[in-house]
């Protein structure tokens, strides 16, 4: 019971073509998967395997009929646009309007971070790529989450948990949590409302697309807790939590901050240690109103007639997920976990004493600094325009023109990794799970993998009439520790499946 579970982050770029207004964001994002997976991909492209997709089902147990679910909850079905799975195990592909980049399955917070940064180096490469193209105009990728015209494009968590842990629970104590959870991982946005009408700053670039408590939607009435059942692993064994609250991060601490905290929660929730009821009054409305208010002096009211602030309710978690390490580790700590701990209280301190203190640190702070020495240098009102311009530039992953690289490189924010580590996660899957198996798979046997998904590999075998799959349901096996060896002695693919036959 610690940090360590399976998990990964899914993130929707948002997508610009330079001079072009008008132009189509489907086709340029396809553009830009296609102009990837041509220059990196030499030899057959494996599809993407929907068979084992079940979008509709939902953990309250039902399954939603398709009649009446809105088409962008069909993502079980193969419309032809642009997908790619990479030889580190992450998967490249267009989701509708947009560019989105999957996470390879890890197991611990700084691999998430890890490979979310490779994911934003993989983004940066594809558009460039693209611009490339003969008469193709430059397209700009941005790490954000709404465009301000009333348009919002995600930022997804998914963590792997026990199915016997009572979905009931997983509501009850995690609303509070994700209400709170945006004062440490907010991106920061101008503007309120979901058109950004509103005038003002405001902490999470997703909380004003709330709608709703728990649903199944993901781009409609959008709920706190999504209830999508579809656990890739043994479905009598686990579920995979579907996160779609999180605002996208560019900030390592943040990232980090943003799975480590919910894994411990996670945890406690599984190990029904959270006796205390944190229940939120409003939870909806109370989501919006602690983004709005910068300040962080916004009390939430809880069903017990207490008032708190965000950063006092984050408080009551760490003071649970202490007292939860101590019961089951005692001093025998690992590393990450204890990490995370440390990190979470120093920062919900600094969040109560002075919260531009932590502007190193978490975006929204960061963004907010940047943002206030601009006002202050031209005298700008929070309605004026040109902030909005700056806080788009914030999430530009362009090195040369985004605000956040220009921070990291004068030093202004800190960091968890080295550049190498992320560059060799562009390329090389985590070591502790099955992307393992898909990723080496991808780059040693690529003319003989047909398609894949994060529950198989299926391999097209010279002299057999049917495609073989084989199956990776268990998120924790063909790990290197697992299957490395017997992937450095198959020369070939059939020498590959006729180990794993026997």
Not at 157 to 177: C, G, K, Q, W
Not at 258 to 265: C, D, M, R, S
Not at 353 to 359: C, F, G, K
Not at 387 to 397: G, T
Request: hydrophobic share 40%; with cysteine.
């Amino acid at each position: 019971m610690s940090v360590r579970r399976v998990m990964g982050t899914e993130v929707e770029y948002g997508i610009a073509v330079q001079g072009q207004a008008g132009a189509n964001p489907m086709v340029a994002s396809s553009q830009v998967v296609n102009a990837y997976a041509s220059a990196t991909i030499r030899a057959r492209r494996a599809r993407w395997d929907f068979e084992e997709e079940s979008p509709l089902r939902d953990a309250r147990g039902f399954d939603m009929s398709r009649q009446v679910a809105d088409p962008s909850q069909l993502t079980d079905e193969d419309l032809g646009l642009a997908n790619v799975i990479l030889t580190n195990g992450a998967r490249l592909y267009v989701d509708h309007a947009h560019p989105e980049y999957s996470t390879p399955e890890v197991v611990t917070p700084l691999d998430v971070v890890r490979w979310d940064k490779a994911g934003e180096a993989v983004m940066l490469d594809a558009a460039r790529l693209a611009h490339q193209l003969p008469g193709n105009p430059s397209i700009v990728l941005y790490k954000n989450n709404t465009d301000n015209k009333g348009a919002s494009y995600g930022a997804h968590e998914n963590y792997l948990m026990r199915r016997s842990t009572p979905f009931a629970d997983i509501v009850r104590h995690l609303i509070p949590f994700f209400v709170s959870r945006q004062v440490v991982t907010g991106a920061g946005r101008v503007g309120r409302g979901q058109d950004g009408r509103g005038t003002g700053f405001q902490i999470s670039q997703r909380a004003d697309f709330f709608e709703v408590e728990v649903g199944l939607e993901t781009t409609l009435k959008r709920p706190i807790i999504n209830t999508r059942d579809e656990p890739h692993a043994d479905p009598e064994k686990y579920r995979r939590l579907h996160v779609i609250i999180g605002d996208a991060n560019l900030a390592e601490i943040s990232t980090y901050l943003k799975v480590g905290t919910t894994a411990l929660v996670l945890a406690m929730i599984e190990a029904k240690f959270i006796n205390r009821d944190l229940t939120v009054d409003t939870p909806v409305s109370s989501l919006r109103a602690v983004s709005h208010d910068a300040s962080l002096r916004h009390l939430v009211t809880l069903a017990d007639g207490r008032r708190l602030t965000a950063v006092q309710l984050q408080m009551e978690y760490l003071d649970l997920a202490k007292k939860f390490v101590e019961d089951r580790f005692g001093s025998d700590v690992d590393a990450q976990t204890s990490d995370v701990l440390a990190r979470w209280e120093e920062v919900l301190d600094r969040l109560e004493r002075d919260p531009m203190s932590l502007a190193d640190q978490l975006d929204w702070v960061a963004k907010l600094k940047l943002l206030e020495q601009y006002r202050s240098r031209d005298g700008l009102d929070w309605d004026d325009a040109k902030l909005q311009l700056i806080d788009l530039q914030y999430s530009d992953i362009r090195p040369e023109k985004g605000l956040y690289h220009r921070l990291v490189g004068a030093g202004r924010i800190r960091r968890l990794l080295g550049d190498d580590q992320v560059v060799a996660a562009i390329t090389e899957p985590p070591e502790e799970t099955r992307a393992y198996f898909r990723g080496r798979c991808l780059e040693k046997y690529a003319d003989q993998v047909a398609a894949a998904s994060w529950d198989s590999v299926i391999f097209d075998l010279p002299g057999r009439e049917s495609l073989q799959r084989v199956p990776t349901i268990d998120p924790l096996r063909g790990s290197r520790a697992h299957v490395g060896g017997l992937i450095d002695a198959s020369p070939t693919a059939t020498d590959l499946v006729r180990a794993l036959s026997r």
